[in-house]
T-cell receptor, first 115, second 111 residues
């Protein structure tokens, strides 16, 4: 059974388009995250949600918006895609939250390419 | 200055070698230190977790934290080809809702 799943695995799109990436976790965790990993493998946290409440919002453009319909899902919407958005986006979840550095479980990643 | 610095490598070693991976950091408030392993085209997975200073051993893996030097290490003994992956250090401060990753070191163990 896949603990943290993401769809799609690959996403190729044109500049200016709007796209969404979906994430689901079946671990019963309270907190979910989105990370961006650039071409140099640098992994940076973008958002986290705890019980439907956004508790971190790093300095990401407001073209990115997380949406959590329930505790098991955290989707990422991206408007007006730009070339610099090309990266691998990882979803993750943890039982509690970052404040106590709880173990995070990562999804397989979504490789986004903006042309 | 980045919060966490890590040599990106790549690092190639023969099977059976001892591998040393390192990170330095600037924030003295960091207390939680982690090592994640990421195989190609997969998500990171937690390998080792250490709180504050000291050593922690798990099988062939040993994590060390030297807070006085702001330096952490991961040692892999008797390295295997299956250890070939990118190793990312990560760290955070108590109550600080953020986790800082290093850029990762790509390791290849040659049979």
């Amino acid at each position: 059974d896949t603990a943290v799943s993401q769809t799609p695995k690959y996403l190729v799109t044109q500049m200016g388009n709007d796209k969404s990436i979906k994430c689901e976790q079946n671990l019963g965790h309270d907190t979910m995250y989105w990370y961006k990993q650039d071409s140099k493998k640098f992994l940076k946290i973008m958002f986290s949600y705890n019980n439907k409440e956004l508790i971190i919002n790093e300095t990401v453009p407001n073209r990115f918006s997380p949406k959590s319909p329930d505790k098991a899902h955290l989707n990422l919407h991206i408007n007006s895609l730009e070339l610099g958005d090309s990266a691998v986006y990882f979803c993750a979840s943890s039982q509690r939250g970052l404040a106590i550095a709880d173990t995070q479980y990562f999804g397989p990643g979504t490789r986004l390419t903006v042309l | 200055q980045k919060e966490v610095e890590q040599d990106p490598g790549p690092l190639s070693v023969p099977e059976g070698a001892i591998v040393s991976l390192n990170c330095t950091y600037s924030n003295s408030a960091f207390q939680y230190f982690m090592w994640y392993r990421q195989y190609s085209r997969k998500g990171p997975e937690l390998l080792m977790y250490t709180y504050s200073s000291g050593n922690k051993e798990d099988g062939r893996f040993t994590a060390q934290v030297d807070k006085s030097s702001k330096y952490i290490s991961l040692f892999i003994r008797d390295s295997q080809p299956s250890d070939s992956a990118t190793y990312l250090c990560a760290m955070s401060a108590p109550g600080a809702n953020n986790l800082f990753f290093g850029t990762g070191t790509r390791l290849t163990v040659i049979p």
